[in-house]
């Protein structure tokens, strides 16, 4: 047994870094004890509903469908996730092994939630990030914009000050949104 002892240094062939090795580590985690857990599959049957198929092509008139506890918005079933409530489970450094394994596998129905994926991403965002959902799905919106090369644009069609950098449109149309947010608007 090796105990204490650093593999990615003993097989840096296979992990060149400690963060690979965990990387792995979480991965492998995940794959079996959380997507095999069945509590959480046990929790997917008591919260699954049939739904409208929303595929307009599609052979059957229902599928199986969920509400996201996020947005309160119905989604098809492939299209969620189950969530921990209480998320943000890091596994960053060996210390952190069995804090994260006892979040995965030691949970109760209780402890889920069904979302949607983007409601989860932006949940993750907003746990990683000390924010609010309102905030992060805000910031999220914004890193979208700024990919897709339309901040300039953005800004010039609200007659926004556009700045020299890419950092500060950024800043100045997360504040224009957060703005709109805390007056009750939508663009």
């Not at 309160?72 to 994260?100: A, Q, R």
């Not at 000390?130 to 990919?147: D, L, Q, T």
């Not at 950098?165 to 805390?182: D, F, G, P, Y």
Request: hydrophobic share 35%.
């Amino acid at each position: 047994m090796i105990d204490d002892k650093k593999l990615w240094e003993i097989y840096p062939h296979i992990w060149a870094t400690e963060s690979a090795y965990m990387s792995w580590l979480r991965g492998g985690i995940r794959r079996y004890l959380w997507s095999k857990n069945p509590v959480k599959l046990e929790f997917i049957k008591q919260n699954r509903v049939k739904i409208p198929n929303p595929n307009p092509r599609g052979k059957v008139k229902e599928v199986w469908g969920g509400v996201c506890a996020l947005t309160g918005k119905t989604y098809p079933i492939g299209d969620m996730e189950v969530d921990h409530k209480e998320g943000n489970h890091s596994l960053k450094t060996l210390d952190d092994l069995v804090p994260f394994v006892k979040g995965i596998v030691m949970i109760t129905l209780d402890d889920l939630q069904l979302v949607s994926k983007e409601a989860h991403k932006i949940k993750s965002y907003a746990e990683k990030h000390n924010i609010s959902f309102e905030e992060a799905k805000i910031e999220k919106e914004v890193i979208e914009i700024i990919k897709q090369k339309k901040d300039k644009e953005y800004l010039q069609e609200r007659q926004l000050p556009v700045s020299s950098t890419q950092l500060a449109r950024r800043a100045t149309i997360v504040e224009h949104k957060l703005s709109l947010l805390n007056k009750g608007e939508t663009e």
